[in-house]
């Protein structure tokens, strides 16, 4: 390989996020590329989950005035920082695909102005696109999509809600938030953005970038754990427009005084809405502990520099096998390297992960490597390509046992 071992371990002994990695729960022999999906285990999520499963046997009931009642908003506060918002503007909350909807319903219910079109993304993870279906069908609204890579000012008129992703979870392409943001509100729309492949992934601006509304999860790059809550984001002066659509109990300005009717809390709050797991809660917010030692820019420049150490180890066999690197540059890029092989993809996804590099496979095509800065070396990343290249050299993904299809891939 054009990059040598020593280089990468190199990079390592001046990097300072290296000790991050001894926080990390991973299996031995493992070099792990799919943080993207799902994170990795924080060493402490476990005493936390079983700390919280004692509070449970000996507190009871009593659990809930104990941290559990208030963690959506307790969990939003530590998350704000990593998203560039302010306090009381973040709850965790549900997931992307409920969290949407409530802001779906918010938004293009009160509108009085005739616009009564959703538009989403083609190209984008297709819960977003599900959810404004369902949402339109059910509301008498309209759906519309946004062709991939059509210009989105074309498309907005009599729109009053558009889904965009700040990082597309295919080809790790990020848009310009303010510039987009902006544009957005001049056509007279709100933007709802998805920070799935943004939050934990790169620091992210909502306020400085004049968002007024974002959704996202934490079980990808936040390492919250499977099924971890999502969190939902209004800028302040934007909580108190009506009502959402999901109005449940724990959204109400006084859940426990029981009244018949529904009255949506005055802040962050009215956007949560039934009882929660306190299990959950307890994993992801171990993992917020660590976060809240991340100089978010120290992140992006690690991040940036492993998603290019293995596109430089790899650019000549690439090459040689008709592999497309579509990752984009530098500026426009998230935590991540995608790379197209329509024939093998996914039979190289699969012997890669037979060697302990699990990277994952996204139809049509869409070999997907995402890059975690704190649980990641650059040896690790250095290792990865290695298998990388003997299995395409070796043809070693040729091998019918990696053409068999799983549920999850
Ligand atoms: C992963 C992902 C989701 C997942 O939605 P859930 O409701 O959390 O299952 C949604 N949108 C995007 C862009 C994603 O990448």
């Not at 390592?12 to 999906?37: C, I, M, T, W």
Request: hydrophobic share 40%; aromatic share 10%.
């Amino acid at each position: 390989m054009r990059v040598t071992l020593d280089h990468a371990r190199d990079l390592d002994r001046q990097d300072p996020l290296a000790d991050f990695k001894q926080h990390f729960a991973l299996p031995e022999g493992v070099l792990y590329l799919d943080g993207n999906s799902l994170g990795a285990q924080p060493r402490a999520a476990r005493d936390a989950v079983a700390a919280t499963m004692d509070q449970w046997r000996d507190e009871l009931i009593k659990g809930w005035n104990q941290g559990w009642f208030d963690a959506p908003e307790r969990l939003g506060n530590r998350l704000a920082p990593l998203l560039g918002a302010g306090e009381g503007e973040v709850v965790v909350t549900d997931n992307i695909t409920l969290n949407l909807f409530k802001l779906l319903g918010y938004l293009v219910g009160r509108r009085s102005d005739g616009r009564r079109a959703v538009l989403s993304e083609g190209g984008n993870f297709p819960t977003d696109g599900y959810i404004a279906q369902g949402f339109c069908r059910f509301g008498g609204y309209t759906h519309r999509v946004l062709p991939e890579g059509d210009d989105l000012a074309a498309h907005l008129d009599g729109v009053a809600v558009v889904v965009l992703s700040e990082v597309n979870y295919r080809t790790g392409r990020r848009r310009d938030m303010a510039a987009t943001t902006r544009l957005v509100h001049a056509h007279g729309a709100e933007v709802i953005w998805d920070l799935a492949h943004s939050a934990g992934a790169l620091p992210v601006a909502l306020n400085d970038s004049g968002a007024r509304y974002a959704v996202g999860c934490t079980y990808k790059y936040l390492n919250g754990g499977p099924g971890a809550p999502g969190f939902l984001y209004v800028r302040r002066d934007c909580q108190e427009e009506g009502w959402q659509p999901l109005s449940g109990w724990h959204g109400h300005a006084a859940p426990f005084a029981f009244d018949a009717d529904y009255a949506p809390a005055a802040d962050i709050t009215r956007f949560r809405t039934g009882t929660h797991s306190a299990l959950a809660y307890s994993a992801l917010e171990a993992s917020l502990d660590l976060w809240a030692e991340v100089d978010m820019p120290t992140l992006r420049a690690k991040s940036l520099a492993l998603t290019e150490l293995f596109r430089d180890c790899l650019a000549d066999v690439l090459a040689t096998h008709g592999i497309e690197d579509i990752t984009p540059a530098l500026e426009e890029r998230g935590s991540q390297v995608s790379l197209i092989d329509a024939a093998h993809g996914y039979a190289i996804v699969q012997a890669l992960i037979a060697r302990g590099v699990i990277g994952d496979y996204r139809e049509p095509g869409l070999l997907r490597f995402g890059f975690t800065p704190l649980y990641l070396s650059h040896e690790d990343v250095w290792h990865a390509a290695r298998h990388f290249r003997e299995v395409l050299e070796a043809g070693e993904y040729r091998d019918p046992r990696f053409s068999v299809r799983a549920a999850v891939t």
